[in-house]
């Protein structure tokens, strides 16, 4: 089957790359609040503050990054090209906080990967997690179809993809930088990535099915590249945009 695209399309389920299920955790988290329109519940998360906060936030001013929230698009650092990271600073103060900022965000917003640039950092570093519980979100069939495994935390810093499999398969992602929305991406079955883990030792792994799809999305974010360029124009959408109708 090499050289052909093998396409692969679900219409009924609508996956995240971040999770490969139904976001029910975006629409059950307290920090997606609704937009003005009632009748409408579009996904954002899109903070409002309180008095208090707004109070907060004028003594104290805008915070740096690392971020504890995720940039939206529209922000130029998930469109800048990342810089690599010198070996010698993986292990200092700076780039072991993005590592521990990305890894806490990744996990408090439920998704299964996050790059550097999304908490506004513009470094090529990585985080890759797949827990457990994450995976009874999905049946086993589609599990099976998309190559969905659990994974142990993993991060990768100057990761750099080799195609192992130049087949594609096109699935239903989603990103925490374009917050409830989601579309149809071809991906590569299976990659390569080789680069430094957070202890600054050089790493290497090959992988297939979701976790190859989570591999491409992230590096892609290192490029300035979203999901948004690859997709399929014509599968984008809300995710929320049934329970418009009712
Ligand atoms: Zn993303």
Not at 3 to 24: D, F
Not at 45 to 63: A, C, D, F, I
């Amino acid at each position: 089957m090499t050289g052909h695209a093998r396409t692969l399309t679900s219409k009924v389920l609508r996956l995240c790359t971040s999770r490969a299920g139904l976001p029910r955790a975006w629409a059950r988290s307290p920090r997606l609040l609704t937009c003005a329109a009632p009748s409408c519940g579009h996904a954002t998360n899109v903070k409002t503050r309180s008095y208090l906060q707004y109070l907060e936030r004028k003594v104290r001013g805008p915070p740096a990054p690392p971020y504890g929230h995720v940039c939206q698009v529209g922000h130029p650092v998930l469109r800048s090209k990342a810089a690599a990271v010198h070996p010698r600073d993986i292990l200092g103060p700076d780039v072991q906080k993005v590592i521990k900022t990305l890894t806490r965000v990744m996990r408090k917003m439920e998704c299964v990967g996050l790059s550097a640039p999304q908490i506004g950092v513009p470094l090529r570093i990585i985080a890759l997690e797949y827990p457990e519980k994450l995976l009874e979100d999905s049946s086993p069939a589609s599990a099976e179809a998309r190559g969905l495994v659990a994974l142990p935390l993993r991060i990768f810093i100057n990761p750099q993809l080799r195609v192992l499999n130049g087949q594609t398969v096109i699935f239903q992602e989603a990103c925490e930088s374009i917050s409830g929305y989601s579309a149809c991406v071809p991906r590569y079955l299976s990659v390569e990535v080789s680069g430094l883990n957070e202890k600054a030792e050089p790493v290497t792994w090959q992988v297939s099915g979701w976790p190859a799809r989570i591999l491409q999305h992230e590096v892609d974010h290192l490029e300035g590249i979203l999901y948004i360029d690859r997709m399929d124009s014509k599968s984008f959408i809300n995710i929320k945009w049934e329970e418009c109708n009712g």
